[in-house]
Structure formats: C-alpha cells, structure tokens
C-alpha cells in the first residue's frame, strides 16, 4: 500500500471518528436538555397540579383529574421550547380547550346516537338530519371497515333497498340485514367514545 493511500485512510478515520464523537456529544447534549425540560415539567406540575385540579373540578366535576392530565401532556411542548410567562393562565386555557372539546363531542355523540335509534325505529321514515349531524353521521361511517361501510353507504346515503343491495354486491340478504344492523351498532358504539 503506497503511503499516501494508507495517510488518506487515516485521515478518513479520523474524520468517522470524529464524526461519531460529534454525534455522542450532540446526543449528550439532548439527553441533558431532555431531563431539564422533565423536571422543569414536573416542577410545574408539583406547583400548579393541585390549583389546576381543585378549579377544574369545581367547574367540570369528575372528570378533573383526566384534563388535568391531558393538559400536562398538551402543555409539555410550550414548556421545552420556551419559558411560560403567566403559567397559571395558560394551564387554565389549555384545560379549558380541553373541557369544552370534551362536552362538545359527548353532545354531538349523544344527538347521533339519537338519530341511529329512531332511524332503527323508523327504517325508512326518519327525518333529515341537520348539515352537522348528516357530517358527523358521513364521516363516522366512513371510517367503519370496508365491509360494513359499503352496505351502509348504498342503504343510508344511495338509498337502495337491501335486496337492491344484495344483488349489487353479490350477497344474500341476510348478509346485508346482518351486515347494516353490524354498521349501525358499530356508529351508535363510536358517538357514545
């Protein structure tokens, strides 16, 4: 091997080792911020948990403790990349976000819950739902797996009969009876989440 070939393997060497001494100490370095911000988290929490708890359960009753919680983790971002100026306030905005989303959706689980019941009631006679509910419904169905949603489509939005459905797909009756009673337990069981 001619000395300059084996001079430029060493200086590539030591380039890699350099490189990796650069990444550890990179990695060091975010390990240490890392534990800087968690016990600057936790400081927050041990100051402020017990306040945070005490006013949301006087507001929101018994589901205190989970917002309180949800905020910590919504909150934990902020606190890593920069310093909170008025704690106090954004923990209370952030838990309030939180309890309202959370009354929101109850509501609106509790409204298409409603629809799917007197829909199973009145097959057929059920009265439009307004544009949120119809949204609400359309996306919750969407989301159902491929079989369910297919028969639950043609039935509720395309508005074919379930024999109509039956030899569209291919399938007895039964099946789509069975399959559209499958979708609307598995919507009435996602608006109650």
């Known amino acids: 091997m001619s000395p300059g070939l084996a001079s430029e393997q060493r200086g590539e060497a ?5 490189d990796i001494v650069n990444a550890l100490a990179v990695a060091e370095d975010e390990r240490r911020a890392d534990a800087a911000a968690a ?11 017990g306040w945070l708890r005490a006013l949301l359960r006087r507001r ?7 917002l309180v919680q949800e905020t910590y983790i919504r909150i934990a971002p902020y606190h890593a990349t920069q310093e909170i100026r008025h704690p106090q306030a954004l923990l209370m905005r952030i838990a309030s976000n939180l309890a309202r989303n959370q009354l929101r959706r109850e509501s609106n689980g509790r409204r298409l819950n409603a629809l799917l019941v007197e829909e199973r009631i009145h097959v057929g006679h059920a009265v439009a739902p307004d544009q949120f509910e ?27 009969t379930n024999d ?7 399938l007895s009756i039964k099946t789509v009876e069975w399959r559209i009673s499958r979708a609307v337990a598995l919507c009435a069981k996602r608006t109650s989440e």
């Open 14 to 18: 030591m380039t890699q080792q350099s």
């Open 39 to 49: 016990e600057a988290l936790g400081e927050l929490y041990r100051r402020y948990a």
């Open 60 to 66: 929101y009753g018994a589901d205190a403790d989970d």
């Open 134 to 160: 119809a949204l609400l419904f359309k996306q919750i169905v969407l989301e159902l797996p491929m079989i369910y949603r297919d028969v639950m489509i043609l039935s509720r939005f395309s508005g074919l």
């Open 164 to 170: 109509e459905i039956a030899r569209s797909l291919g």
